[in-house]
């Protein structure tokens, strides 16, 4: 499972917006279909659960494992 480094890492890699920076790190990015997704990011570098790296991935990211791989 990646770390919440990497996902942060994937984010400012991927074109994400970070918009708001408190307890963790908010991101967006808006599509060329008008979509708006979000994500949050926490401040910790432990690894992200996998029962939430999965939701990450799949309704935040909406992005495959392998091309999460290849941009972080």
């Known amino acids: ?15 994400w917006e970070l918009y708001k920076s408190t307890d963790h790190y908010y991101f967006r990015k808006y599509m060329d279909n008008k979509v708006l997704k979000r994500t949050k990011v926490s401040r910790s570098s432990k690894e992200i659960p996998r029962f939430l790296w999965i939701n990450i ?10 091309y999460f791989n290849r941009i972080k």
């Not at 991935?57 to 392998?66: A, I, M, R, Y």
């Open 1 to 15: 499972m990646p770390t919440w480094r990497e996902l942060k890492r994937f984010c400012e890699k991927d074109g």
């Open 57 to 66: 991935l799949e309704k935040q990211l909406q992005v495959t494992q392998e």
